[in-house]
């Protein structure tokens, strides 16, 4: 009678560590998974921003004068406001994307920190116009919650250097 009960201590342990070992492993999964889907969408990212549409847009969006008035965007004509509207609508995704974590804020900001809080300081007037026209207070809302949070990260790191200083030192991995 001895040994049986050993035997169903050992295999109680034995289940345990299973279980544990399981519980374990799914966790792991879990986190490989995330960081794949977090990489997914960087790289989906760098599409977009790669994409002419929305290279020409920015481009435009960019030649307008910082703190800018929806009639200087309007007196541009129909080509600024489709470029004013691709990007806030581009950003807008981007922004849902952080805040619902399937993008990583740091890769963001390290891909596009400068487009979107340069485009912001343009077009933070139009898209205020817009949700006033469109009567909808959730226009371009997660664009200004995107620039918004890029800037407090940018000026709670003292402005940060550029990666071109930062990381001048940076070498190769050894093989």
């Given amino acids: 009678m001895d040994s049986l009960s050993q035997w169903a201590n050992i295999a109680e342990i034995f289940s345990a560590l299973t279980v544990v070992f399981g519980v374990s492993f799914g966790a792991i999964q879990l986190m490989y998974y995330r960081r794949q889907r977090q990489d997914l969408a960087a790289i ?82 139009w898209v205020e116009q817009q949700r006033v026209d469109l009567e909808r207070d959730d226009f371009g809302e997660w664009y200004q919650w995107l620039a918004e949070r890029l800037l407090e990260r940018c000026d709670s790191e003292d402005h940060r250097a550029p990666a071109h200083i930062r990381e001048r030192n940076w070498k190769f991995p050894r093989r």
């Fill in 44 to 125: 989906e990212l760098v599409k977009t921003f790669q994409g002419r549409r929305f290279t020409s847009a920015i481009r435009l969006i960019l030649t307008l004068p910082t703190q800018c008035t929806t009639s200087d965007i309007s007196n541009e004509g129909t080509e600024m406001e489709d470029a004013a509207m691709t990007v806030a609508n581009t950003v807008e995704a981007i922004g849902l994307m952080v805040h619902q974590r399937t993008l990583d804020i740091d890769t963001a900001r390290n891909l596009m920190g400068g487009l979107v809080m340069g485009s912001w300081t343009r077009l933070k007037c």
